[in-house]
């Protein structure tokens, strides 16, 4: 490995700062976790990288080795610079100033000659060598004066030893105290995050919706920095459909997290629906249903076709067209070149409960054929039934596919031979039966005496 600096921003040892020369120096396998900490970079350090002199401060480097020759004080520089043991990474000027750190420099311990050549360092009592009997008599005779003055004037050493094990004690209870007021207040700050907590616990499901997504919108820097969840999206989306000035209302004044309309726009541009039966749209039925009573799963299956403009559109990820006439596999070879001006719709509605469900989507070129109409009326009802739901009747207008397809299934309006009902293909105990949209049928009536313009009317006259 080559001997180059490790530390970001730093290009020493490399060819581009060759003309400069750096002091590197190994990291010492007992400190790459503590120097890795320090160093603002990914990665793992190990011993065999590189530090150079440029991110040590002063008191760490060793630049020369002091010799006291024939008493005198001879300092040596240092080919090769060393660390101190307690050497630490803490200066990087290449980066931001925030990232490199000062370390204050430590005291150098106080010494005070005793009598009897006795040294106190640190609040120990050792034994130092006799002062050398070769120093100038004037410096040694100083010395002992001075040593005689600190021992006759001074106080015991144990007084000194007993305060400061006094003071240690005074600054410890200090410590436990204040620590003991730190633990009281994250005690109650824990009762009351757990109040809290369950009185979130409590809220509906909605309700912790909304607070998860302002808690999320808080985190977020900017405005347009706010992410939504699929279902947030879809409930907005139901908002704004009930009225758009309400939504604004919501969400100009903060009352609610709702996206903005231009979000809720580019949500439903990415929704790429295909014609046909979606089985995740089933599967989500089964679910649903299987929490809901068997009275209120039952309900009748509609359908109709509406009439829509033409339109091609290639998608790129499916690779096909989306406009042509699309049945499914009910599809023929000539009708998947053919531009569909008609959507088939097929609807389900529960008896007791208020909501419906769209379950499929077929495009046609006007009128569905009733062969293939009658053959999609059964596979929705095997759908919806093995999905939980419990179909009792067809209800569609009275077109003349829609008769033909009914009658395919059994259906005859003939007074002399009456039979408005088929066998479930699910269930063989059930029934389901024809109706004819009331609706539709007033319409039918009131264009029929619309056009004729000259009708007859039985009059009954009541007798007194």
Not at 53 to 60: A, M, T, V
Not at 199 to 220: F, R, T
Not at 345 to 366: K, N, R, Y
Not at 420 to 443: A, E, G, Q, S
């Amino acid at each position: 490995m080559p001997r180059t600096c490790w530390a970001p921003g730093c290009s020493s040892g490399y060819r581009s700062n060759a003309d400069i020369s750096r002091h590197l120096f190994s990291v010492p396998s007992n400190k790459c976790q503590e120097w890795s900490c320090k160093i603002p970079r990914q990665g793992q350090l190990t011993s065999k990288h590189y530090i150079c002199d440029l991110h040590f401060e002063e008191q760490f480097l060793i630049k020369a080795d002091n010799f006291i020759i024939d008493g005198q004080s001879v300092s040596l520089p240092r080919e090769r610079w060393k660390l101190t043991a307690d050497a630490v990474p803490t200066l990087f000027p290449n980066l931001p100033t925030y990232l490199s750190t000062h370390i204050s420099k430590r005291q150098p311990v106080k010494r005070a000659f005793i009598d009897g050549g006795a040294v106190c360092s640190k609040n120990k009592l050792k034994v130092s060598k006799p002062v050398s009997s070769e120093l100038p008599r004037s410096k040694a005779s100083a010395d002992h004066s001075y040593a005689s003055q600190m021992s006759s004037s001074s106080t015991p050493l144990w007084h000194k030893e007993k305060y400061l094990i006094s003071r240690r004690v005074r600054r410890q209870a200090a410590k436990i105290k204040s620590l003991n007021a730190m633990v009281r207040k994250l005690l109650r700050e824990k009762k009351l995050l757990k109040q809290q907590l369950e009185q979130y616990q409590q809220l509906p499901d909605k309700m912790k919706m909304i607070v998860s997504q302002a808690a999320q919108n808080c985190d977020a820097k900017s405005v347009t920095g706010c992410r939504y969840s699929d279902e947030w999206i879809v409930d907005s989306l139901l908002i704004r459909c009930k009225s758009t000035s309400t939504y604004r209302l919501l969400r100009d004044g903060g009352f609610l997290p709702l996206p903005s309309l231009s979000t809720l726009n580019r949500s439903v541009c990415s929704l790429k629906p295909e014609f046909g039966f979606d089985s995740t749209l089933f599967n989500s039925l089964a679910q649903k249903l299987s929490t809901v009573d068997e009275r209120e799963r039952c309900g009748v299956l509609m359908f109709d076709e509406v009439q829509l403009s033409k339109n091609i559109e290639f998608r790129i990820d499916t690779c096909k067209l989306v406009g042509m006439v699309d049945f499914a596999e009910f599809t023929t070879d000539e009708q998947h070149y053919t531009e569909g001006d008609h959507a088939l719709v097929f609807l389900f509605q529960p008896h007791l409960s208020s909501w419906i469900q769209t379950v499929g989507c077929f495009c046609s070129s006007g009128t569905t054929p009733a062969v293939v109409l009658s053959q999609l009326l059964l596979k929705c009802i095997i759908l919806l039934e093995n999905s939980g739901a419990l179909v009792d009747g067809l209800v569609c207008d009275g077109a003349s596919t829609n008769r033909s397809a009914l009658a395919s299934l059994g259906f005859n309006g003939n007074m002399n031979s009456l039979h408005f009902k088929m066998c479930n293909p699910c269930d063989v105990t059930r029934n389901i039966f024809f109706f004819c949209d009331v609706p539709h049928l007033l319409k039918t009536i009131r264009n029929n005496l619309l056009r004729a313009k000259e009708f007859m009317v039985i009059c009954i006259f009541a007798q007194d």
